[in-house]
């Protein structure tokens, strides 16, 4: 085998190696079935049990009950910023947004672009999204407030969810999914694109609360109802097999390995202040994101100088630490340090920052 790196990628990214290597174990005779998964019917028993895996998984982690249903939709996270306000608004009724960055705007556009009454309720933009706004004034009658719970490219993040005052959450969680336990009981709709926390690229996961399928007009086109998902379970038309089958494997390692999402969140607290307590201590990096917006998954940080940045970037990756350049978008730095990038990965990074400093300094 190659050498693996440290991967710090904001998406695709990381995937834990032991879900890695059980696929490469069963990649020639998915159990039996003298057949890779990548070549079974989705309307096998093989990946049947696949998927049901992936779906009770999530419900076990998240603790979901029955008012809620997983389904799997491609198009990423970016075709939920279309099929959310297209199902779930309501004629009459404003649909509260908050933006806190570039994919919270995305979003709203999409929205807009449906001619939905669209209120921006709150919003970070006066300072460059570098933080999470306070309080927020949701519309009396909103259908829903929707929120991008971590903002990957400026790594800020809601540390506790806003209050939509009785309207359900709609949030964009693409990028911290699984990452810590939540209460899903306020949310109408969780989405999540697969690449950035618990699988590679080509579907989102969507979570719905039942009573929000009962909610799309008749004129929305088959597969862009959620209604549709939810009745064949995911399997209307063929899915993304084998990210789904990817995703069963990373969310078993999150239940069997880790243990959880309580000891998820723990191991990324740890991981994240390790972060920023270096960056903090160190008057040559400087973190861009206020620090009590800070992001546990994204962090995002200067150098003195362009220059010192693509040097850092260069050398970190001739010394196995990946994926360090910031969004195309905001340059400077950035270390995603999602489930899968490991305590050790962090230690790595940290010792290398501070050598690239001494050196430099
Ligand atoms: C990456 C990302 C997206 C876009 O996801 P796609 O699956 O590429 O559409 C949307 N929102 C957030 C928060 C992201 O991090």
Redesign the pocket.
Known sequence: MGRRIYNFN??PAALPLPALEEMQSELLDYKGSGMSILEVSHRSKWFDDVINEAVERTRRLLGLGDAFDVLFVQ?????QFCMAPMNLSLPGRPVDYVNTGA?ST?AIKEARIQEKDVRVVASSEDRGFSYIPGKLTPSPNAAYLHF?S???IKGTQWAQFPDAGGAPLVC?M??DFLSRPFDARPFGLIYA?A??NIGP?GS?LVIIRKDMLERGPKDIPTMLRYTTYAEKNSMFNTPSCVVIYVISLVLKWLEETVGGLEKMAEINREKAAMLYEFIDGSGFYRGTADKESRSLMNVTFRLPSEDLENKFVAEALQEGLGGLKGHRSVGGCRASIYNATGIDAVKALVQFMGEFERKQG
């Not at 198009?75 to 075709?79: D, K, R, V």
């Open positions: 904001a998406g198009g990423g996270a970016s075709l994919w995305k991008t971590n903002n990957t964009d693409s990028s694109g690449q950035k690229a989102a």
